[in-house]
Every structure is written in structure tokens, then in C-alpha cells.
DNA sequence: GCCTCAGATGCAAATGATTTGCAAAACCAG
DNA sequence: CTGGTTTTGCAAATCATTTGCATCTGAGGC
């Protein structure tokens, strides 16, 4: 279980998701907004809230109900996932190409930075809850909060 | 880790949170929409949404800002606390007396029934992650999801 | 019991996040 | 290119939560 800043591992393009073929697929359009969308958060590789993703793009890109409505189709393509931090509305990020795998974040009360957490104890743990409680498709969400170094003291 | 139906199991009265004495305390007032919020509270021991608790009240009992502001004074005496299942506004439950536990719950995706789970795994998991990453106060939040019995197929 | 006033409440209105309606604009298959 | 479907912008609606303010009330003190 090693922390690491969020997203410091930049993906190839390669294993980034495909917007012009998923979106093909499901006969959407390849519009500005939506590829620009998709760069700003590649080149933000952390739980980015919509007001973020919006700030990031060239303010006259698109308008701001056009990024809720892209990054909803994103995350029903499942190029795009939603966090919840618990405060001042949902954050995303893009799933990798072929990632199965999911992580936790750890982030710091005090001033926002966000470390990631690759590793996930609780796999076990959703299967002993299916079992102890007949629940089927046990999911979990998880976040872990503190000082970083910086805001301590 | 054995989950149970939430609040299955009635606290005594005894185990229950002082309001009087706590207020008094604190030089705030004993008044009957205090009374009457933790009261519905102790008889719906699962986390609910402020508008639930507002329902749950004698409809001319108080109004629902009294709530909001109700819970809030309660949750920073320490007798409530905030609950986030991600969908539809924050939920909150009473901390019996003296717990220094915490649980986590487990709520169906379909029709919302919640059990809890007392066990958490993830205390050792707290401080693993502030001698990796430097962090210090580190807590989590955790939820499960899925489809109780009732719901599958 | 009555006074007094900090603390509480109701109601209206403000905020902030997200959603919806609709007409105009942008894609893209043919 | 053209036509028809999908998207977008803008305004307005929704939802959850907060704030302002005038009025009301619980509870300590007389
Ligand atoms: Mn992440
Ligand atoms: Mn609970
Ligand atoms: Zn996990
Ligand atoms: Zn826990």
C-alpha cells in the first residue's frame, strides 16, 4: 500500500481511452467540446469537479452545462468514473483503457492535495459480505482524509 | 463482519445521547423541535436524509431550516453524525453514548434497505497509510453497495 | 411568578450543484 | 452537398442547503 500523487504516472496514449471509436459505436458525434473534455482531464490526472474541467478549457470552448452533459456520456461510455469526496459536488477521472483494476484516494482536509491508493484491501471483504448478508454485486466507496506534511501543525 | 439489519439492535434509553444535560452544557436551549428530532431519530436508528426527519416530525412540529439547523447544532455536540451515501443529500444517525466505534453500512442499490456492518477493517489500513505518505489525523470513509435478497433478479 | 435577553425559530430569499426544455448549430452518413 | 440526428447554448427549473431578519421563547435572576 504505497501512496502516490494522484495520476503522477502519466499513461500512455495508448492506454487512454478511445473517444472517436467508442464514440462511433454508439453513433455520437466527435465534437470540440467533448475531445477537449477528454484532453483537460488527461492532462489533469486527478478528481477534477465540473467546475474545474470547465475552468480548463479555453473559457469559450463550451458552456457549462455542456461539460455535465459530456462527462455524463463519458462515464456511461465508462471512459470517465465519479467521486465523491463528500464536498462541494462530484469529481472525475478517466478510467484507463483496459483497467479493471479501481483505487482509493487519500486526500488532505486542509488544502485538497490528493494522493492515490492503489491498493484495495477490501476485494475479500465484498465477497464475505455477500456471504454473511445474501447481498449480490457488493460494490464499495471508499476515501481516506488527513494533514498532509505541509498542513500539519 | 457479520451485517445486520441498521439499528437493529435498540440502545437503552441509557445508551442514548443526554440531550438536556448536554445542552445545558453548552448554554443552548431545551426546546421541543431538539426533543422531538432526536426522538424520531431513536425511533429510526439508520441514517436519514434531513428531509426524512422532517417528515418523520408531527408535519407542524417545525420547519425543515429548523432541522437543518437542529442537526447541525447536534452534530457538533457530538450526538449525530453525517452520513454520505452519494445520492440525494447527506444522512444522519445517532452516535449512541459513549461509542468511540464506528460501522460502516452496506445499502441496496434498488430499493435502499441498509444494514450495518460493525466490523471495519481499516484501522490498521489508517496507519499504514500515514507512515507511507506523511499524512497525520488520517480516517476513512467507506460505504457498500449492492442488491439485498429482495431486489436480485 | 415576572422580566429580560441570548438563543431559537419561521419564512422568504440566496446559494450552489445539477438537470431540463427548446430552438439553433454542428456532425456525418449517404 | 443535404437531411436528419445529435449537440450545444442559454434560460429556467430543481434540489439540497444556507443565510438574513424580524419575531418568539426558554430559563436564569429578581
Ligand atoms: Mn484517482
Ligand atoms: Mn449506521
Ligand atoms: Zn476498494
Ligand atoms: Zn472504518
Redesign the interface.
Known sequence: ???RASGCCHAHDAELPDLTEKLRRNSRKITGPRQAILAAMRNHPRPLLIKEIHGLLGKRDCDLVTVYRSIDLLRRMGMVRRI?F?KGGSRYELIPEGDSEHHHH?V?EACGRV?Q?DEC??LD??R???K??????????????????DC?G
Do not use: D, N, Y
Open positions: 500500500m504505497k501512496p465523491e463528500g487519500l488532505c494522493l491508493i484491501l477490501l471483504a465484498e464475505i459480505i455477500e454473511a448478508s445474501g447481498f449480490r454485486a457488493v460494490t464499495h466507496r471508499l476515501e481516506f482524509f488527513g494533514l498532509c506534511p500539519q
